[in-house]
């Protein structure tokens, strides 16, 4: 059987002193970034995992952070994803808790987790019973602000410029005629939308249909179109997510209006099936692997007493396709 690999192997390789290993896995503040990198790239090579209890008994770091989503979350694994290769790229090891709804629940299972003394930092993707802390002895707990308390998201992915630059690039492409299918208004991210579109609108100058629907369904989306006049193109609808533009667009084909000559439509989550509509529709793709690795970075920057990373930009981007172009 091969040797499991030392932080003396890791030290060698990297050529560095194997206390220099030492602080890399522990966080210990004043290593370079370049030494960071080597010992970490070295410790990769040789597929080399720190002791995590013996560092815990040493050092009273347990090298284990705990990553909290809720389970009513909607596709969580690619924000997952970022925010556990990000601390496995600094050494440690990741618990993923998912809480339930029920609030009473929720933060009596978050106060287990802060209590546990099993982890150094508790990144969560909900709100928190109590004030974010680094102190008392206890592990760090940041909360990311990504969801409400009725578990709908708010934070980042909440921010509606992409709507603006939508209707102004169509405007710019001769729409002068908009309609925008909502969401439910108790989600943050709906009532967002709609605001923009409001506020683009009337900004521009435009003509607006109105504002229908409460839902994210497609059924939804159908029943609005369906109820617009017959001489509503040519038009451009504005729909808050993928779900709700499908069903706009059946209901517009249904009608014989085509896209995107009478009708452009546009939707927002970039589902995987989005791209392979005919059209395909324009959507708005949210980098959520990128948020993860920012939002665990920031943690692990609080757990190690750093500078807190800057905010990435370019989280939410427009996908052009075929959905949107110049009306007749």
């Keep these: ?167 102004e690039r169509l405007a710019a492409q001769g729409h002068r005629r908009f309609v925008h299918l909502a969401g439910p208004d108790d989600f943050p991210s709906a009532r967002a939308r709609r605001a923009a579109y409001l506020d683009t609108i009337a900004r521009l100058g435009l003509e607006s249909l109105g504002v229908f629907g409460d839902e ?14 017959a001489n509503a193109p040519p038009l451009a609808v504005i729909a808050a997510n993928d779900v709700i533009a499908t069903g706009a667009i059946r209901a517009a084909t249904r009608r014989g209006w085509t896209l995107p000559d009478d009708v452009a439509v546009t939707g927002w989550d970039d589902h995987p099936q989005s791209a392979f509509l005919v059209p395909s529709l324009t959507s708005v793709s949210q980098d959520r692997e990128r948020l993860g690795a920012h939002s665990m970075h920031r943690l692990i920057a609080a757990v190690r007493g750093g500078e807190p990373p800057t905010k990435p930009d370019g989280l939410l981007t427009v996908i052009w396709r075929e959905s949107t172009e110049s009306p007749r």
């Design 216 to 229: 994210w369904s497609g059924s939804a989306g159908e029943a609005a179109v369906d109820a617009l006049p």
């Design 1 to 167: 059987m091969d040797k499991r690999p030392t932080s003396h192997d890791v030290a060698h390789l990297a050529g560095v002193s194997q206390s220099t290993v030492s602080f890399v896995f522990t966080g210990r503040a004043g290593i370079s970034e370049a030494t960071r990198d080597r010992v970490l790239r070295a410790a990769s090579e040789l597929n080399y995992r720190p002791n995590l209890a013996a560092r815990s008994m040493r050092t009273h770091r347990t090298g284990r952070l705990a990553v909290v989503v809720p389970i009513a979350t909607m596709n969580p694994l690619t924000l997952l994803s970022g925010a556990i290769s990000a601390a496995r790229e600094e050494g440690y090891v990741v618990e993923v808790v998912s809480l339930p709804e029920d609030p009473t629940a929720r933060d009596e299972r978050l106060s287990e987790l802060v209590d546990s003394g099993q982890y150094e930092g508790v990144l969560a993707f909900t709100p928190l019973p109590f004030t974010d802390t680094s102190g008392g002895g206890g592990p760090v707990v940041l909360s990311v602000g990504e969801f409400d308390d009725a578990m709908h998201m708010t934070g980042e992915f909440t921010d509606s410029r992409p709507i603006a630059e939508m209707i």
